[in-house]
C-alpha cells in the first residue's frame, strides 16, 4: 500500500513541476522535475531499464531514480537509456538561471574571516558532513515529494551571490525562512538522520536527513534538535526548532538540497510558499 500511494505520487507529479520536454516513453513510465540548473528530476522507469547520467549509470529503488543538477551545472547534459537491446540517447538542454546578489553589511569580522583558532573546529565539522552526504541508502522517502519545513519570510533565495562587508563569498545554496525562535522545523520528506550536530562553527544546529539515493536535506541554525542520528522520520515529523545559532543575523531557518555533489534548489521542489 505504501508503495502505491508513492506511486501515485509520482505518476500525479506530486508538488514538483513537470519538465517541458518527455523522455521516450519506451523506457520512462512518468517523469517530474525541472531540467534546469538547480534542478531535481525523478524518473519512474519501465521494468528493466538501466539509465546512464553523462555515463555513469543511475542507481534506483524500485525503477526509480533521481537526478540532480547544481548552480552552474553546464548546460548540455547526456542521458542513455538501455533497455535489452534497445538504446536511446537524449541530449538534455538544461534552462540557464540567472542569480540575485545580496550584500550583507555590518557584521563582525569573525563572521565574515573565521579566525585561526576556529580552523580545527571549521575542518571537523566539515569532515562530519562530508560523511553524511555520501551515504547513498535505498531509501525511498524521494518518492513522496516533498514539504517546506518550517513556516515563515523568506529573507534569503538559491543562488544568490553573497557579499560581507562588501568582500564577495561563496553563493548562497538554501533557502532562508525568518521564523521567531522556537518554531517548530519538521521533515521536508521521509528518510533518516544521518548528521545531528547542536554546535557547528558555520551552521549552528545542524541536521541532515537522507532521502535516498545520495538525495539529502540539511536544516541549518537550528535552536534545538528533536532527533538523533539512525533515526528514520516521516515527513511532517517535527526534527527541530528555529534559531539562530552559528552564523547567523538573526532567527530563521536555512533549508538546503543535495544531490551527490549538486546543491539543488530547495524552492523548486516544495509547493505554494511557507508562508501559506
Known sequence: ?????????????????????ELPREFV????????QGGLVLLHLIDGTQVKLNGEMLPQVDG???????????????LVFVRGGATARVAIKLKQRSYDIQRIDGLPPAMVTPPKD???????????KRAARA??????????????????????????????NGEARRPHFGIDIAAPR??????????????????????????????GLSLTSAYMHLDSLKVEVGQKVQRGDVIA?????????????????????????PALLAAGQPNK
Open 29 to 36: 513510465r512518468a517523469q517530474s522535475g525541472q531540467f534546469t
Open 64 to 78: 526509480r531514480t533521481v537526478l540532480g543538477f547544481g548552480r552552474d551545472a553546464a548546460l548540455s547534459q547526456d
Open 241 to 265: 526548532t528555529v534559531g539562530s545559532t552559528g552564523r547567523s543575523t538573526g532567527p530563521h531557518l536555512d533549508w538546503r538540497m543535495f544531490w551527490r555533489g549538486a546543491r539543488l534548489d
Open 118 to 128: 576556529a580552523l580545527p573546529r571549521i575542518a571537523r565539522g566539515a569532515k562530519l
Open 135 to 164: 551515504i547513498a541508502s535505498a531509501d525511498d522517502g524521494f518518492a513522496e515529494g516533498f514539504n517546506w519545513p518550517t513556516k515563515g519570510r523568506v529573507t534569503g533565495v538559491y543562488g544568490s551571490q553573497r557579499f560581507y
Open 182 to 211: 522556537g518554531t517548530p522545523v519538521t521533515a521536508a520528506a521521509s528518510g533518516t538522520v544521518t548528521l545531528a550536530e547542536a554546535d557547528m562553527y558555520f551552521e549552528g544546529g545542524l541536521i541532515f536527513i537522507d532521502h
Open 1 to 21: 500500500m505504501r508503495r502505491a500511494i508513492r506511486l501515485l505520487v509520482l505518476l500525479l507529479l506530486g508538488p514538483i513541476t513537470a519538465v517541458a520536454a
